[in-house]
Each structure stands twice: as C-alpha cells, then as structure tokens.
C-alpha cells in the first residue's frame, strides 16, 4: 500500500493505492491508513494518478486511465457507479437519469446515496451528477468545488 496527498488547485487530495490499483480518493486531503507503506509498485500507481490529475486540473487530460482496486458490488451502488464511470467530460447526468443508467429508474435517491459513498471522486465523476431541479446538488467536497470541477470541465458557467 502507498498513499500521497496531492495538492490541488480546488485543496488537497488524499490518495491511497494498492499494487493492483488506485482503492481511495479523499476530497479532505485525510485517507486512512490501508496496510504498511512501502510497497514500490502502489507508488508506481500513485504517480501516475498524481500526474493524471495534474493533467485534469491544466486541463489537458478528460479521461482518467489509472487502474482500480475498488470492488463496487454488484448491487446497485455498484452498478451506479460503473454508469457514472460512463457519463463523459463535460456532461452531467440527473441523480434520476444515473439511477435509470444502472436499471432502476425509479432509484434517483438511491443514485445520490451511491455517489455521497464513492471512494473514488474525479476518478469515479460523481461532481457530473446534478439534480433534475436545476442547480449543482450537493458534493463531498462541498459545493464551492464540484462548481469549479463542473467549471473546469465548462459545464456551469463561472459565477461573477
């Protein structure tokens, strides 16, 4: 296991990795501690996330490629997830048309449960899910970032 903090221009980012794959991305900067910190090729991981972000934030990369090593379920948050995985760079999805992505349509505050729960923002681009009411919604990062990552990806208009 490795971890990192990266410094984002939206604060810092906790990072943590296993061998096989990126398992935690914290928007507070804090990830707990997942196993000894020495292993070379979860470092090897975490570079390439950190550079990967770096590349978002300049806005020169829109997709991410770094592995996983999360396992979802199968149930519906999994399912959730994986359709969020799907929604593309500068567009966003309701919580009810990402609950209808997963097979259940009628599921919109389940979809909201399943992003408050993503182990993996930016990666997993659960600031893409809006309400169908208008506006942003609510974020873990709180709602002064997910407008700036909607911004960055020329989603919202910048406020004034």
Do not use: W
């Not at 020169?60 to 969020?84: K, M, N, Q, T, Y």
């Amino acid at each position: 296991m490795a971890t990192a903090l990266f410094d984002s221009p939206l604060g810092p980012l906790g990072l943590a990795a296993s061998s096989r794959g990126l398992v935690e991305v914290s928007l507070h900067g804090r990830v707990a501690p997942h196993g000894p910190e020495d292993d070379p090729a979860a470092r090897a991981i975490l570079d390439d996330a950190q550079r990967q972000l770096g590349e978002y934030f300049a806005g020169r990369r829109r997709e991410f490629d770094v592995p996983i090593d999360v396992d979802l379920g199968d149930g519906f948050r999994g399912r959730a997830l994986a359709a969020l995985s799907g929604v593309p760079y500068g567009e966003t999805v309701t919580y009810g048309g990402l609950a209808e992505l997963a097979g259940f349509p009628k599921a919109a505050r389940a979809a909201g449960t399943a992003c408050s729960t993503n182990p993996l923002a930016m990666f997993i681009p659960c600031h893409r899910v809006v309400p169908a009411s208008g506006g942003i919604g609510k974020y873990g990062g709180g709602e002064s970032m997910k407008r700036a990552l909607l911004e960055l990806e020329g989603v919202v208009e910048p406020r004034r």
